[in-house]
Nanobody, 119 residues
Framework: QVQLLESGGGLVQAGGSLSLSCAVSGRSLSTDDMGWFRQAPGKEREFVAG????????FYSDRVKGRFTISKNNAKNAVYLQMNSLKPEDTAAYYC????????????WGQGIQVTVSS
């Protein structure tokens, strides 16, 4: 059974930083692309950041580019999201997900973790 568990969320003031982690069990991430998504209340889920299975290529939404950094540690079977210069509009539940085929379709999802940025 594949499980993804996010950690590291919480409350932070605008301009601050948070680091999210996603630990994966039941499957090796060494061949999977990974992604982070978020969903604010009343809004649709949106893509935040992605990383290829080798960790060699990363990509970001325009809304977070230059502020967030995604990374992957295959040895620890985990993916991370470093979030700097946080804004109140970054407030959302954040989800990690794994893509088995690297085709942009994500197959397994975590339960999500709340990030709240106060102004």
């Amino acid at each position: 059974q594949v499980q993804l568990l996010e950690s590291g969320g919480g409350l932070v003031q605008a301009g601050g930083s948070l680091s999210l982690s996603c630990a994966v069990s039941g499957r090796s991430l060494s061949t999977d692309d990974m992604g982070w998504f978020r969903q604010a209340p009343g809004k649709e889920r949106e893509f935040v950041a992605g990383i290829t299975w080798t960790g060699g290529i990363t990509f970001y939404s325009d809304r977070v580019k230059g502020r967030f950094t995604i990374s992957k540690n295959n040895a620890k079977n985990a993916v991370y999201l470093q979030m700097n210069s946080l804004k109140p509009e970054d407030t959302a539940a954040y989800y990690c997900a794994t893509s088995l085929m690297g085709n942009g379709k994500y197959d397994y999802w975590g339960q999500g973790i709340q990030v709240t940025v106060s102004s």
